[in-house]
Structure formats: structure tokens, C-alpha cells
């Protein structure tokens, strides 16, 4: 599953293991984005990677990993899906995402060879509406999770309104922010 994780939030996480449960997974690898060439992620790679880390840290089946953090550069969905599988030759990959970054797949570098790299699903939310673009009908899916109208940028305007985002997000994932002080506006 990939997104910027700006911070991680319980919408990420019910999708997830939705989508684990629906096609069977045997695990759920969250990958943080590094430079994504959409949107600037307010937080540092190392942040959003640790808080990532917290957040999954009680399921087995839940990791993290590094490869778009650690790659310098621009992250494309291309590279990413090419090294996750020289990493794990013989795994059958699934790209986890939302409906809005689906819709906008055919926008994303080399897509035709997406397909040929990994099946994917993309997830709904309340208020975006899936618009697919066009692809083999063997390499997409999509999937409803229960409606949890949260977003890492709500969470963020909730932290520097002096708002509580307890039970929007772990509690881990609070205290590391207060630890942190983070999206108070300072850092
Ligand atoms: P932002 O508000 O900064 O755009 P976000 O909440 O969309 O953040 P991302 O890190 O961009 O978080 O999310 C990664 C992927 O997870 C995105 O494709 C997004 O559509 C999807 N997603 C985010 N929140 C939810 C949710 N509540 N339910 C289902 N999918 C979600
Ligand atoms: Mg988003």
C-alpha cells in the first residue's frame, strides 16, 4: 500500500486489512512515499516511515518498508513495484491505494508496464467517486471499505487547530506526534 502517510491515520489501516481479508493476503507491505511528484509531504521521510512503523506494529502481517524513502529522487509506482519484486521473486504483488490515486493511474510513469508488475485495487472513501481508467480487466479491482471519512490532512488541520486526532489515528502514533511536536505549524 502506498501513500505519503502524512501522518498514517485509521482510514489507511481499515483499508488495508480490508483488502488482506478480501483478496487473501499474506501480508500488507506499507511503502512510504519519498518525493512523490504530486504533493510535498509536510513531514520529513523518517518521520512519516517511524510513525508508519508504530502504527503497524502490532499486526504480523502489517510491515513497512524503505525502498521509495531510501531511493533518491522522484518516487514513481514503476520503481517502486520493480524493486519490491527483485526483493520477493516469487510473491504475487497487489498495489494498494485510493480511488483518487487510481483515477489518476494514467497519469503515473510507464503505466502500460504497471500492469505487468502487480494486480490493483483501488479502495473507496467517502467522496470520491472511482472514475478507472482504462486497463486490462485481469489487473484491476475495487473494494469498498467501511466509510472512515478521515485524511492525513484533516489530521494535520485537527494538530495545529489544537484539536484531539485521538481514535483517528493510533495512539502510538498521538504520543509520537506530541513527542515531536509535529504539524503544529513550527516544523
Ligand atoms: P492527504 O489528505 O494528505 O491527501 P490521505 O489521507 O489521502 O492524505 P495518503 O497518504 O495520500 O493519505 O493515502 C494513501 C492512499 O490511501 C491514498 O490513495 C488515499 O486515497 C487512501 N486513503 C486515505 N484515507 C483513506 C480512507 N479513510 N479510506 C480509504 N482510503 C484512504
Ligand atoms: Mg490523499
Known amino acids: 500500500m502506498g501513500g505519503t502517510f502524512d501522518p498514517i491515520h485509521n482510514g489507511h489501516l481499515v483499508a488495508a486489512s480490508e483488502v488482506a481479508d478480501a483478496f487473501a493476503l499474506d501480508e500488507v507491505i506499507f511503502?512510504?512515499?519519498?518525493?512523490?511528484?504530486?504533493?510535498?509531504?509536510?513531514?520529513?521521510?523518517?518521520?512519516?516511515?517511524?510513525?508508519?512503523?508504530?502504527?503497524?506494529?502490532?499486526?504480523?502481517r502489517f510491515t513497512v518498508s524503505r525502498v521509495d524513502i531510501d531511493r533518491p529522487g522522484t518516487t514513481y509506482t514503476i520503481d517502486t513495484l520493480t524493486q519490491l519484486s527483485s526483493e520477493r521473486p516469487d510473491a504475487?504483488?497487489?498495489?494498494?491505494?485510493?480511488?483518487?490515486a487510481i483515477a489518476q493511474i494514467v497519469a503515473w510513469k510507464d503505466?502500460?508496464?504497471?500492469w505487468t508488475l502487480a494486480t490493483f485495487i483501488g479502495v473507496t472513501r467517502p467522496g470520491h467517486k472511482l472514475q478507472l481508467p482504462e486497463a486490462p480487466e485481469a489487473s484491476m479491482?475495487?473494494?469498498?471499505?467501511p466509510?472512515?471519512?478521515?485524511?492525513?490532512?484533516?489530521?494535520?488541520?485537527?494538530?495545529s487547530a489544537g484539536k484531539p486526532v485521538w481514535y483517528l489515528v493510533p495512539d502510538g502514533v498521538v504520543q509520537y506526534i506530541g513527542k515531536h511536536k509535529l504539524y503544529r505549524g513550527e516544523n
Open 92 to 100: 504475487d504483488l497487489f498495489f494498494i491505494s485510493g480511488a483518487d
Open 141 to 145: 479491482s475495487l473494494l469498498e471499505v
Open 147 to 159: 466509510a472512515l471519512a478521515i485524511s492525513s490532512s484533516d489530521v494535520r488541520d485537527r494538530i
Open 31 to 60: 511503502v512510504p512515499t519519498g518525493e512523490p511528484w504530486h504533493k510535498k509531504p509536510v513531514m520529513s521521510a523518517e518521520h512519516r516511515y517511524l510513525m508508519a512503523v508504530i502504527a503497524t506494529a502490532a499486526n504480523p
Open 111 to 114: 503505466y502500460a508496464k504497471l
